[in-house]
Structure formats: structure tokens, C-alpha cells
């Protein structure tokens, strides 16, 4: 998955732009990265069938959820970690 499909994904489940700042290379930054799944696919006989858009539409539903209940429950949602609640499967 491209970055900028990954945000654009972002984008479409939050309905706001990003803020980008595009930059050159940071020391540290990795240029290309592969994976490759196959092995595990056939390990396990099972290969991830959700689009990313649809996968990161699933998780920001989920955490606005969580935070809501949070902020309703406890006060101030930024002082509870999400994994207190497990994020829907994907």
C-alpha cells in the first residue's frame, strides 16, 4: 500500500484533509519496503481480504467509539489508551 493511499484513506473516514509536509528523505527513513506474505498465507491458509480503505474506515469508527464512551464515562478521553478496548478485526 502506497502512503498517499493510506491517507487518502485517512481522510475519507475522518471527512478532513490532511496537513502534509512533504520533505526530503529524513536520516533513518526507509525508501522502498517489501513484504512478502505468501509463506504465512499458506502456513495458515488464510490470506487478509479487507481493503485498506475499508480496514482504516473500520478503526476510526472504532476509536471514535472508544473515546466517546471514554469522555462519557471518565472525563478527559486522552487519558485512556485504546487498548483497553480491543479495535474491531479487520
Not at 481522510?11 to 506474505?37: H, M, N
Request: net charge negative; aromatic share 8%.
Amino acid at each position: 500500500v502506497q502512503l498517499s493511499d493510506f491517507i487518502a484513506a485517512l481522510e475519507a473516514a475522518l471527512g478532513r484533509k490532511a496537513i502534509q509536509e512533504l520533505l526530503p528523505l529524513q536520516p533513518g527513513d526507509v525508501p522502498d519496503t517489501f513484504a512478502d506474505s505468501s509463506a504465512l498465507a499458506r502456513a495458515v491458509n488464510w490470506r487478509p481480504s479487507t481493503p485498506v480503505a475499508e480496514g482504516v474506515g473500520r478503526f476510526i469508527d472504532w476509536y471514535k467509539a472508544f473515546y466517546a464512551r471514554q469522555a462519557a464515562d471518565e472525563g478527559d478521553p486522552r487519558d485512556h489508551h485504546p487498548a483497553a478496548s480491543a479495535p474491531p478485526a479487520v
